[in-house]
């Protein structure tokens, strides 16, 4: 019998990875979106929808964004893959199959960066997708959308290098180590799979309240002198009045306040 170990994967046709990426994603996303609000409201301090319907508030913003995203990760992860392969029919070493993945993870925070926005702006101000993004542009213009742009891009390309790149790594390994996992590929899949999401978590969780921080808070006009490592975060929108004076709400430590979170209760609206 031919050992799995030597069976070469047939890799998939861009076609076939936007649909994989965008079928997995919209599931992806009507499966975790209550855990995601209760996340939100537990993070910004604010409280609980009192209906099920409000813990699915901004669904369809976020699952058919989210959707077309997963399948631009999935897209230009094969994309990276071939072009790191350059033709060559040699297999792709741990590193390369994982940084294929971050590059693509990374092109991704183009398109998830405003979503994340939407969703959580959405929810906040009670109003629908169009209303809400109207409202946003027309008080912060369109650089006000890639708010907390960066941090986004740390995120993804961890979190895609996780869940593209290293579950299929331990996969291997894990197969290539246990003749029990190597005769049952699904429970291989699923240990390695289980295991770089763990990892995954971990590693972009601090990023992710960050990038929450950003994207959260109610009052965009602020004075970029006042925040230490502005660059970090990426088209944090100009005041926009001339004449009137900025707010001063980061004028505390963004770092400092965001590890307070992470170690204790304090909500993070300013």
Known sequence: MTSSKNQQRVPLSEGENLAVGAFGGALETCLQMPVLTYKFCLQEGRPLPSCISGFYRGVGVQAGTVAPITAIQFMFNGILQK?????????LSD????????GAGAISAIVYSPVDLLTIQQQKLNLNLWNTSKTLVANYGFSGLYRGFSACVAREALYTAGY???????????????????ERPLAASILGACTAGTLAAITTHPIGMLQLYLVSISDFFVDTNLVPYHNFYFALPHHKHEHEPPTQTLQKPVFSRIWKVLLGNQPLEP
């Open 95 to 102: 590193g390369e199959v994982i940084a294929a993945a971050a």
């Open 164 to 182: 593209l790149g290293l579950a299929p790594v331990i996969t291997s390994r894990l197969a290539a180590s246990s003749e029990y996992l190597q």
């Open 83 to 91: 072009a790191m392969l350059r033709g060559s029919t040699r297999s």
